[in-house]
Protein backbone atom coordinates (compact mmCIF):
# COMPACT_ATOMS: atom_id res chain seq x y z
CA UNK A 1 0.00 0.00 0.00
CA UNK A 2 1.36 3.46 -0.98
CA UNK A 3 2.31 6.10 2.07
CA UNK A 4 3.62 9.13 2.74
CA UNK A 5 7.24 9.03 3.66
CA UNK A 6 7.89 9.65 7.00
CA UNK A 7 9.62 12.95 6.95
CA UNK A 8 6.56 14.27 4.63
CA UNK A 9 4.87 16.53 8.12
CA UNK A 10 8.33 18.03 8.27
CA UNK A 11 8.78 18.66 4.89
CA UNK A 12 5.16 20.11 4.80
CA UNK A 13 5.91 22.37 7.66
CA UNK A 14 8.76 23.44 6.49
CA UNK A 15 7.41 24.53 2.46
CA UNK A 16 4.25 26.08 4.55
CA UNK A 17 5.26 27.38 7.69
CA UNK A 18 2.13 25.03 9.16
CA UNK A 19 1.69 21.08 9.91
CA UNK A 20 -0.06 19.58 8.00
CA UNK A 21 -3.43 19.32 10.23
CA UNK A 22 -3.63 23.14 11.26
CA UNK A 23 -3.05 23.58 7.29
CA UNK A 24 -6.27 21.43 6.57
CA UNK A 25 -8.46 24.81 7.35
CA UNK A 26 -11.66 26.05 6.09
CA UNK A 27 -9.55 28.75 3.46
CA UNK A 28 -7.82 25.86 2.10
CA UNK A 29 -10.88 24.14 1.56
CA UNK A 30 -12.87 26.72 -0.28
CA UNK A 31 -9.56 27.12 -2.61
CA UNK A 32 -9.41 23.67 -3.03
CA UNK A 33 -12.79 23.84 -4.21
CA UNK A 34 -12.07 26.08 -7.30
CA UNK A 35 -9.33 24.02 -7.81
CA UNK A 36 -10.75 20.86 -8.19
CA UNK A 37 -13.51 22.69 -10.44
CA UNK A 38 -10.86 23.58 -12.68
CA UNK A 39 -9.17 20.24 -12.82
CA UNK A 40 -12.43 18.02 -13.27
CA UNK A 41 -13.01 20.08 -16.59
CA UNK A 42 -9.22 20.72 -18.01
CA UNK A 43 -9.74 20.64 -21.61
CA UNK A 44 -12.01 23.54 -21.88
CA UNK A 45 -11.41 25.47 -19.33
CA UNK A 46 -7.63 25.66 -19.21
CA UNK A 47 -5.82 28.05 -21.83
CA UNK A 48 -1.71 28.20 -21.94
CA UNK A 49 -1.70 31.68 -22.37
CA UNK A 50 -3.73 32.45 -19.38
CA UNK A 51 -1.76 33.68 -15.91
CA UNK A 52 -0.65 31.03 -14.19
CA UNK A 53 -3.19 29.98 -11.83
CA UNK A 54 -0.83 28.62 -8.77
CA UNK A 55 0.63 32.11 -8.94
CA UNK A 56 -2.12 32.82 -6.82
CA UNK A 57 -1.07 32.17 -2.75
CA UNK A 58 -4.53 30.46 -2.13
CA UNK A 59 -4.87 27.59 -4.66
CA UNK A 60 -1.05 27.17 -4.17
CA UNK A 61 -1.18 26.32 -0.68
CA UNK A 62 -4.49 23.98 -1.05
CA UNK A 63 -2.70 22.59 -4.12
CA UNK A 64 0.55 22.15 -1.81
CA UNK A 65 -2.30 20.50 1.11
CA UNK A 66 -3.79 18.40 -1.07
CA UNK A 67 -2.68 17.71 -5.06
CA UNK A 68 0.98 17.22 -3.99
CA UNK A 69 0.42 14.94 -1.37
CA UNK A 70 -1.72 12.66 -3.54
CA UNK A 71 0.23 13.23 -6.82
CA UNK A 72 3.67 12.76 -5.50
CA UNK A 73 2.87 9.02 -4.74
CA UNK A 74 2.14 8.49 -8.30
CA UNK A 75 5.83 8.14 -9.47
CA UNK A 76 6.50 5.21 -7.41
CA UNK A 77 5.13 2.53 -9.78
CA UNK A 78 6.62 4.45 -13.04
CA UNK A 79 10.50 4.37 -11.47
CA UNK A 80 9.89 0.77 -10.14
CA UNK A 81 8.69 -0.12 -14.32
CA UNK A 82 12.19 2.04 -15.44
CA UNK A 83 14.03 -0.08 -12.61
CA UNK A 84 12.77 -3.12 -13.99
CA UNK A 85 13.58 -2.00 -16.99
CA UNK A 86 17.74 -1.38 -16.05
CA UNK A 87 16.81 2.44 -17.18
CA UNK A 88 19.16 2.99 -13.50
CA UNK A 89 21.81 0.66 -14.22
CA UNK A 90 25.50 2.24 -13.56
CA UNK A 91 24.16 5.33 -13.96
CA UNK A 92 26.41 7.92 -12.25
CA UNK A 93 24.54 11.04 -13.01
CA UNK A 94 21.04 11.33 -13.71
CA UNK A 95 19.59 14.45 -15.28
CA UNK A 96 16.21 15.06 -14.83
CA UNK A 97 13.73 17.88 -16.59
CA UNK A 98 10.30 18.46 -14.50
CA UNK A 99 8.27 20.25 -16.85
CA UNK A 100 5.11 21.88 -15.00
CA UNK A 101 7.02 20.98 -12.31
CA UNK A 102 4.75 23.24 -9.81
CA UNK A 103 5.33 22.74 -6.11
CA UNK A 104 7.90 19.98 -6.62
CA UNK A 105 5.42 17.06 -6.46
CA UNK A 106 7.53 15.11 -8.53
CA UNK A 107 10.93 16.17 -6.97
CA UNK A 108 8.85 14.53 -3.53
CA UNK A 109 7.86 11.64 -5.53
CA UNK A 110 11.66 10.83 -6.06
CA UNK A 111 12.84 10.96 -3.05
CA UNK A 112 10.04 9.04 -1.59
CA UNK A 113 10.94 6.33 -3.88
CA UNK A 114 14.65 6.54 -3.22
CA UNK A 115 13.59 6.00 0.56
CA UNK A 116 13.01 2.62 -0.41
CA UNK A 117 14.99 1.98 -3.60
CA UNK A 118 18.87 4.16 -3.00
CA UNK A 119 20.72 0.60 -1.72
CA UNK A 120 19.61 -0.52 -5.03
CA UNK A 121 21.78 1.90 -6.70
CA UNK A 122 24.81 2.13 -4.94
CA UNK A 123 26.50 3.44 -8.36
CA UNK A 124 24.35 6.48 -8.43
CA UNK A 125 26.07 9.32 -7.38
CA UNK A 126 24.52 12.72 -8.78
CA UNK A 127 21.28 14.10 -9.73
CA UNK A 128 21.00 17.58 -11.56
CA UNK A 129 17.07 18.03 -10.90
CA UNK A 130 15.27 20.82 -13.31
CA UNK A 131 12.11 22.03 -12.87
CA UNK A 132 10.21 24.26 -15.41
CA UNK A 133 6.68 25.99 -14.69
CA UNK A 134 5.65 29.71 -15.45
CA UNK A 135 4.80 29.80 -11.94
CA UNK A 136 7.26 31.67 -9.77
CA UNK A 137 5.72 31.21 -6.46
CA UNK A 138 4.83 27.29 -7.52
CA UNK A 139 8.86 27.23 -8.30
CA UNK A 140 9.58 28.80 -5.05
CA UNK A 141 7.79 26.24 -3.04
CA UNK A 142 9.52 23.44 -5.18
CA UNK A 143 12.64 25.38 -4.04
CA UNK A 144 11.66 25.03 -0.50
CA UNK A 145 11.20 21.20 -0.74
CA UNK A 146 14.87 20.81 -2.19
CA UNK A 147 16.01 22.68 0.98
CA UNK A 148 14.52 20.21 2.98
CA UNK A 149 14.87 17.01 0.70
CA UNK A 150 18.64 17.53 -0.11
CA UNK A 151 19.65 17.18 3.95
CA UNK A 152 17.65 13.62 3.54
CA UNK A 153 20.84 11.38 4.53
CA UNK A 154 21.93 7.51 2.22
CA UNK A 155 21.27 8.98 -1.01
CA UNK A 156 23.15 10.86 -4.41
CA UNK A 157 23.96 14.58 -4.51
CA UNK A 158 20.84 16.73 -5.82
CA UNK A 159 21.38 19.64 -7.64
CA UNK A 160 18.27 21.75 -8.46
CA UNK A 161 17.85 24.12 -10.65
CA UNK A 162 14.54 26.09 -12.07
CA UNK A 163 13.32 28.01 -15.05
CA UNK A 164 10.53 29.91 -14.78
CA UNK A 165 8.90 29.56 -18.04
CA UNK A 166 6.57 27.51 -20.76
CA UNK A 167 7.38 24.85 -22.74
CA UNK A 168 6.99 26.55 -25.64
CA UNK A 169 9.41 29.18 -25.07
CA UNK A 170 12.21 27.86 -22.90
CA UNK A 171 15.53 26.97 -24.81
CA UNK A 172 17.51 23.62 -23.42
CA UNK A 173 20.43 22.32 -24.60
CA UNK A 174 19.91 19.32 -27.02
CA UNK A 175 20.33 15.49 -25.70
CA UNK A 176 20.83 16.76 -21.43
CA UNK A 177 17.91 15.27 -19.74
CA UNK A 178 17.70 11.28 -18.92
CA UNK A 179 14.61 11.14 -18.10
CA UNK A 180 11.63 13.91 -18.85
CA UNK A 181 9.22 14.42 -16.30
CA UNK A 182 5.60 15.42 -17.43
CA UNK A 183 3.18 15.30 -14.06
CA UNK A 184 -0.37 16.56 -14.47
CA UNK A 185 0.63 19.41 -17.34
CA UNK A 186 -0.23 17.55 -20.82
CA UNK A 187 -3.71 18.71 -20.34
CA UNK A 188 -2.68 22.09 -19.54
CA UNK A 189 -0.95 22.68 -22.81
CA UNK A 190 -2.51 24.16 -26.20
CA UNK A 191 -2.64 22.22 -29.00
CA UNK A 192 0.12 23.21 -30.89
CA UNK A 193 2.50 22.80 -27.91
CA UNK A 194 1.47 19.74 -27.87
CA UNK A 195 1.66 19.25 -31.64
CA UNK A 196 5.33 20.21 -30.97
CA UNK A 197 6.10 17.65 -28.15
CA UNK A 198 7.74 14.98 -29.94
CA UNK A 199 10.11 16.88 -31.89
CA UNK A 200 10.72 19.18 -28.92
CA UNK A 201 11.71 16.00 -26.61
CA UNK A 202 13.44 14.12 -29.09
CA UNK A 203 15.91 17.36 -29.17
CA UNK A 204 16.64 17.25 -25.47
CA UNK A 205 15.96 14.02 -24.27
CA UNK A 206 20.09 11.94 -24.29
CA UNK A 207 20.38 8.68 -25.68
CA UNK A 208 18.66 5.91 -24.21
CA UNK A 209 16.43 8.84 -22.14
CA UNK A 210 12.96 8.32 -21.07
CA UNK A 211 9.52 10.50 -21.46
CA UNK A 212 7.23 9.60 -18.16
CA UNK A 213 3.89 11.42 -18.62
CA UNK A 214 1.63 11.28 -15.95
CA UNK A 215 -2.21 12.46 -16.06
CA UNK A 216 -5.36 12.12 -14.31
CA UNK A 217 -7.43 9.54 -14.70
CA UNK A 218 -10.67 11.54 -15.80
CA UNK A 219 -11.99 9.91 -18.79
CA UNK A 220 -10.91 13.09 -21.15
CA UNK A 221 -7.45 14.04 -20.13
CA UNK A 222 -6.78 10.11 -20.16
CA UNK A 223 -8.12 9.35 -23.24
CA UNK A 224 -6.23 12.48 -24.49
CA UNK A 225 -2.96 11.08 -22.93
CA UNK A 226 -4.10 7.59 -25.38
CA UNK A 227 -3.70 9.67 -28.19
CA UNK A 228 -0.99 11.44 -27.68
CA UNK A 229 1.19 7.76 -26.83
CA UNK A 230 -0.37 6.87 -30.15
CA UNK A 231 1.46 9.80 -32.03
CA UNK A 232 4.74 9.43 -30.09
CA UNK A 233 4.63 5.87 -31.62
CA UNK A 234 3.55 7.16 -35.03
CA UNK A 235 6.76 9.34 -34.96
CA UNK A 236 9.11 6.39 -34.31
CA UNK A 237 9.04 6.17 -30.41
CA UNK A 238 8.21 3.26 -28.12
CA UNK A 239 6.10 2.68 -24.84
CA UNK A 240 8.45 1.05 -22.64
CA UNK A 241 5.72 0.93 -19.70
CA UNK A 242 3.02 0.50 -18.98
CA UNK A 243 1.86 -1.13 -22.25
CA UNK A 244 3.47 -4.19 -23.81
CA UNK A 245 1.81 -2.95 -26.64
CA UNK A 246 3.62 -0.65 -29.68
CA UNK A 247 0.23 -0.79 -32.00
CA UNK A 248 -2.71 1.86 -31.03
CA UNK A 249 -4.19 1.73 -27.68
CA UNK A 250 -7.70 -0.86 -28.05
CA UNK A 251 -9.21 1.46 -24.93
CA UNK A 252 -9.55 4.54 -28.13
CA UNK A 253 -11.56 1.74 -30.02
CA UNK A 254 -14.72 2.66 -27.79
CA UNK A 255 -15.24 6.29 -26.93
CA UNK A 256 -16.32 5.13 -23.59
CA UNK A 257 -13.31 3.51 -22.81
CA UNK A 258 -10.20 4.33 -21.07
CA UNK A 259 -7.54 2.91 -19.17
CA UNK A 260 -6.23 3.51 -15.71
CA UNK A 261 -4.11 2.75 -12.87
CA UNK A 262 -5.34 2.56 -9.11
CA UNK A 263 -3.61 1.68 -6.51
CA UNK A 264 -4.44 2.04 -2.37
CA UNK A 265 -3.16 4.00 -0.42
CA UNK A 266 -2.80 5.07 3.70
CA UNK A 267 -4.73 8.81 3.30
CA UNK A 268 -3.19 10.70 5.86
CA UNK A 269 -5.71 12.09 8.62
CA UNK A 270 -5.76 15.96 7.31
CA UNK A 271 -5.96 15.02 4.02
CA UNK A 272 -9.11 13.08 4.84
CA UNK A 273 -10.17 16.09 6.76
CA UNK A 274 -9.75 17.83 3.01
CA UNK A 275 -12.06 15.21 1.74
CA UNK A 276 -14.67 16.11 3.78
CA UNK A 277 -15.05 19.60 3.27
CA UNK A 278 -14.95 19.06 -0.39
CA UNK A 279 -17.34 16.33 -0.12
CA UNK A 280 -14.49 13.93 -2.06
CA UNK A 281 -13.18 10.88 -0.90
CA UNK A 282 -9.86 10.47 -2.22
CA UNK A 283 -9.75 6.27 -0.81
CA UNK A 284 -7.04 5.28 -3.72
CA UNK A 285 -5.34 6.55 -6.15
CA UNK A 286 -6.26 6.60 -9.61
CA UNK A 287 -3.95 8.07 -12.46
CA UNK A 288 -2.82 7.16 -16.31
CA UNK A 289 0.80 7.04 -17.28
CA UNK A 290 3.16 6.33 -20.06
CA UNK A 291 7.02 5.63 -20.33
CA UNK A 292 8.21 6.94 -23.71
CA UNK A 293 11.59 6.33 -25.23
CA UNK A 294 12.96 6.87 -29.00
CA UNK A 295 11.96 3.19 -30.68
CA UNK A 296 15.92 2.65 -32.19
CA UNK A 297 17.04 3.24 -28.82
CA UNK A 298 14.81 -0.39 -27.45
CA UNK A 299 17.09 -3.20 -26.92
CA UNK A 300 14.86 -5.64 -26.45
CA UNK A 301 12.42 -7.31 -28.60
CA UNK A 302 8.71 -7.33 -26.84
CA UNK A 303 7.53 -10.85 -25.69
CA UNK A 304 4.55 -11.58 -27.45
CA UNK A 305 3.87 -13.81 -23.46
CA UNK A 306 4.08 -10.70 -21.67
CA UNK A 307 0.82 -8.80 -20.72
CA UNK A 308 -0.54 -5.78 -18.35
CA UNK A 309 -3.78 -6.35 -16.19
CA UNK A 310 -6.08 -3.25 -17.59
CA UNK A 311 -8.58 -4.03 -15.12
CA UNK A 312 -9.50 -4.56 -11.75
CA UNK A 313 -9.85 -9.32 -10.99
CA UNK A 314 -13.82 -9.92 -10.65
CA UNK A 315 -13.29 -12.45 -8.41
CA UNK A 316 -16.38 -14.50 -9.15
CA UNK A 317 -17.61 -17.87 -7.76
CA UNK A 318 -15.34 -20.29 -8.99
CA UNK A 319 -13.77 -18.30 -10.90
CA UNK A 320 -11.05 -15.38 -11.29
CA UNK A 321 -11.24 -13.11 -14.81
CA UNK A 322 -9.50 -9.84 -15.92
CA UNK A 323 -8.64 -8.51 -18.75
CA UNK A 324 -5.22 -8.32 -20.32
CA UNK A 325 -3.53 -6.53 -22.85
CA UNK A 326 -0.48 -6.68 -24.92
CA UNK A 327 0.52 -6.27 -28.41
CA UNK A 328 -2.57 -8.68 -29.36
CA UNK A 329 -4.86 -5.96 -28.05
CA UNK A 330 -7.41 -6.14 -24.95
CA UNK A 331 -8.42 -9.64 -23.87
CA UNK A 332 -10.38 -11.17 -21.19
CA UNK A 333 -8.62 -14.17 -19.88
CA UNK A 334 -10.44 -16.45 -16.83
CA UNK A 335 -8.95 -18.72 -14.49
CA UNK A 336 -11.30 -21.63 -12.94
CA UNK A 337 -10.54 -22.30 -9.41
CA UNK A 338 -10.41 -26.19 -10.38
CA UNK A 339 -7.69 -25.40 -12.69
CA UNK A 340 -5.41 -24.03 -10.62
CA UNK A 341 -2.13 -25.13 -10.34
CA UNK A 342 1.45 -24.04 -8.22
CA UNK A 343 2.34 -23.21 -12.00
CA UNK A 344 -0.42 -21.02 -12.84
CA UNK A 345 -1.04 -19.72 -9.11
CA UNK A 346 0.05 -16.19 -9.84
CA UNK A 347 -3.03 -15.38 -11.75
CA UNK A 348 -4.77 -15.18 -8.56
CA UNK A 349 -2.53 -12.64 -7.12
CA UNK A 350 -2.57 -10.13 -9.85
CA UNK A 351 -3.82 -6.86 -9.48
CA UNK A 352 -4.26 -3.80 -11.67
CA UNK A 353 -1.82 -2.70 -13.98
CA UNK A 354 0.36 -5.70 -12.63
CA UNK A 355 2.91 -6.81 -15.51
CA UNK A 356 2.80 -10.51 -16.50
CA UNK A 357 4.01 -13.51 -18.44
CA UNK A 358 1.89 -15.82 -19.53
CA UNK A 359 2.44 -19.11 -21.95
CA UNK A 360 0.32 -22.03 -22.98
CA UNK A 361 -3.10 -20.47 -22.43
CA UNK A 362 -6.47 -21.60 -24.40
CA UNK A 363 -7.39 -18.74 -26.85
CA UNK A 364 -11.44 -19.31 -26.89
CA UNK A 365 -14.12 -16.98 -29.06
CA UNK A 366 -14.93 -14.58 -26.30
CA UNK A 367 -11.77 -14.88 -23.61
CA UNK A 368 -9.06 -16.66 -23.35
CA UNK A 369 -8.36 -20.01 -20.34
CA UNK A 370 -5.72 -20.09 -18.16
CA UNK A 371 -5.63 -24.00 -18.14
CA UNK A 372 -4.07 -26.76 -15.62
CA UNK A 373 -0.88 -26.37 -18.38
CA UNK A 374 -0.67 -22.69 -18.46
CA UNK A 375 2.61 -21.10 -16.63
CA UNK A 376 1.88 -17.89 -14.98
CA UNK A 377 4.37 -15.78 -14.09
CA UNK A 378 4.04 -12.23 -12.35
CA UNK A 379 7.00 -9.86 -13.38
CA UNK A 380 8.75 -7.53 -11.34
CA UNK A 381 8.10 -9.11 -7.77
C1 LIG B 1 -1.62 20.37 -12.29
S1 LIG B 1 -0.10 21.20 -12.09
C2 LIG B 1 1.01 19.83 -11.90
C3 LIG B 1 2.12 20.12 -10.95
C4 LIG B 1 2.98 18.91 -10.64
N1 LIG B 1 3.68 18.46 -11.81
C5 LIG B 1 2.11 17.79 -10.09
O1 LIG B 1 2.02 16.73 -10.71
O2 LIG B 1 1.54 17.96 -9.01
C6 LIG B 1 0.32 21.71 -13.73
C7 LIG B 1 1.54 22.62 -13.75
O3 LIG B 1 1.92 22.82 -15.10
C8 LIG B 1 2.30 24.16 -15.24
N2 LIG B 1 2.20 24.53 -16.68
C9 LIG B 1 1.09 24.88 -17.38
N3 LIG B 1 1.40 25.16 -18.66
C10 LIG B 1 2.73 24.97 -18.78
C11 LIG B 1 3.66 25.08 -19.85
N4 LIG B 1 3.26 25.46 -21.06
N5 LIG B 1 4.95 24.81 -19.65
C12 LIG B 1 5.37 24.41 -18.41
N6 LIG B 1 4.55 24.27 -17.36
C13 LIG B 1 3.25 24.56 -17.53
C14 LIG B 1 1.37 24.92 -14.33
O4 LIG B 1 1.87 26.20 -13.96
C15 LIG B 1 1.29 23.96 -13.14
O5 LIG B 1 2.26 24.24 -12.17
Not at 74 to 83: T, V, Y
Not at 265 to 270: G, K, L, V
Not at 343 to 358: K, M
Request: hydrophobic residues 40%; glycine residues 6%.
Amino acid sequence: MLRLPTWYDEMYSMVMGNTPINGATAHVASALTRLSNRFNHPLPLVSERSTPYLDDRSSLRAYFSYFTAANCLKLLHPLDELLREGFFEKRRELSVLDIGCGPGTALIGLHTWLDETVDALPWLELVRYRGLDPSAEALSFALGVHSFTKHLRGRPRFEFTTDQGRLATVELRPASFDLIVMGNVLNELDASTVDRLPRFLDEILANAGRVLVIEPALRETSRAMLGFRDRMIGKGWAVTAPCFRQGTCPALESPRDWCHHDQRWERPSWLERLDHALGNAKLSLKYNYVILGRLKERDTEQDSCDFRVVSAPFHEKGRVRMFLCSEGGRRLFLLNRRDSTPANADFNRLGRYDAVHIEGAEHRKNDIRITKETVVRKLGG
